[in-house]
C-alpha cells in the first residue's frame, strides 16, 4: 500500500466513531482499498483479509472467520465475496459490511 493511500485511508477513517459498526465498516474499507490496488500477482484478497484482521485486532474487535478454502472456489459465498467488492467500487460498502459482519463469531 502506498503511503498516500495509507494517509488517505486513515484521514478518512480516524474521525469517525469508534463503535463496533465503526471499526467492521473501516475493516471493510480498508479491505477494498487493498483489493483495489491489487499490488500483488496474486494473493490479494489474502492480504487484504490479513489486514482488515490486524486492524480489528488491534481494536480489540473480534474477527471475520474467513472461509479461506470456500473464497477459492466458485460457490455461494464467492459470489458474495466478489459482488461485495464490486459494489464498493462503486462506493456502496454495504454488501462488504454485511458479509464481514456475518463472519463474525457469535455467542
Partial sequence: ????????????????SSSTGASIERAARLHHRLSWIHPFRNGNG???RMAADVYLHSQRHPLPDWPAEELTATNDIRRRYL???KAADQGDFGLLIA???S???TG
Fill in 46 to 48: 489474502r492480504h487484504a
Fill in 1 to 16: 500500500m502506498t503511503r498516500s493511500t495509507l494517509t488517505l485511508w486513515r484521514s478518512r477513517t480516524t474521525a469517525r
Fill in 99 to 101: 458479509l464481514m459482519g
Fill in 103 to 105: 463472519l463474525l463469531p
Fill in 83 to 85: 459482488a461485495a467488492l
